[in-house]
């Protein structure tokens, strides 16, 4: 049922440091053909800090653990990929059928595959309007019972970050800032929210990790929070926002259809700007995963 790629299943026998990448934002956060320009961009930014790349996404019922240079061209351009989270994977592989992977998913079958380290570009969380509609990532539960290390770059604004964070809290599971105090919102390098914990370099992050054992948190994930290095500007941010929020509610968009349509307005109206972070984002975040993956080796 798992399928390895050449390259991972080498890295794996010589336990030499892997860094898995999801394949939603491959399949479903980048248009065409820039996502497999992207994707290919990334792997080689983790090869070239001494890791292996494990891009991750199931094909034809098959969970695929890192791919080929084929495969993730189908990923890229088979617009029949569905999104799965943990609670799809059993109905996706017994009905033979293609996804990509949430952070969720792609941190639940990286600790099954005995990878510990996980890029990827934002958190889902707690959504705006959450107390009426239960509306809430099943990232922060993932993050709460898996043992992986992910990387990211915050929650988007979009989101109830208040809530979000309060939730990890709850869920004991915890936030880490690279070279920040503050837990940075995606677009943005500061969401306005604070943060207790501050790390300064990989090997720092990677003594975090490696200490879990001894004080015996071995059983949930740690979040690196990794600010966007080019972050879109505040006022346009804002702007976006604040003019998404209006069309949502003069629309009548409420629950959970608020997140995919502000996700949508930012893409449709920032005249790049939302996209172009978007890739900084992921190429930076897979950067230092793979610099803390070898750190801990």
Known sequence: MIHYSDEVKRAISEKSPVVALESTI?????PRPKNLQVAQEVEEIVRKEGATPATIAIIEGRIHIGLEAKDLERV???QGFIKASIRDLPILTSSKKSAATTVAATSHLANLAGIEFF???GLGGVHRGASESWDESADLLALANIPVLV???GVKSILDISA???????????????RTNKFPGFYLQDSGYSLEHRVDSPNQIASIWKE??????L??????????????????????????????KQEGVIGKEVTPFLLEFFHSNSSGESLRVNVEIIKSNAKLAAQIAVASK
């Not at 491959?26 to 980048?30: D, M, R, S």
């Not at 979000?164 to 690279?178: A, C, D, M, Q």
């Open 26 to 30: 491959i399949a479903h956060g980048l």
């Open 76 to 78: 890229a351009n088979d």
């Open 119 to 121: 890029a990827t570009g």
């Open 151 to 153: 990387v990211c770059a």
């Open 164 to 178: 979000t964070l309060e939730r990890l809290e709850t869920l004991s599971v915890p936030i880490v800032g690279y």
């Open 212 to 217: 879990r054992r001894d004080v015996g948190t």
């Open 219 to 248: 059983r949930s994930g740690l979040v690196v929070a990794n600010p966007t290095p080019s972050p879109m500007e505040s006022e346009l941010h804002e702007k976006l926002l604040n003019e998404g929020l209006g069309k949502a």
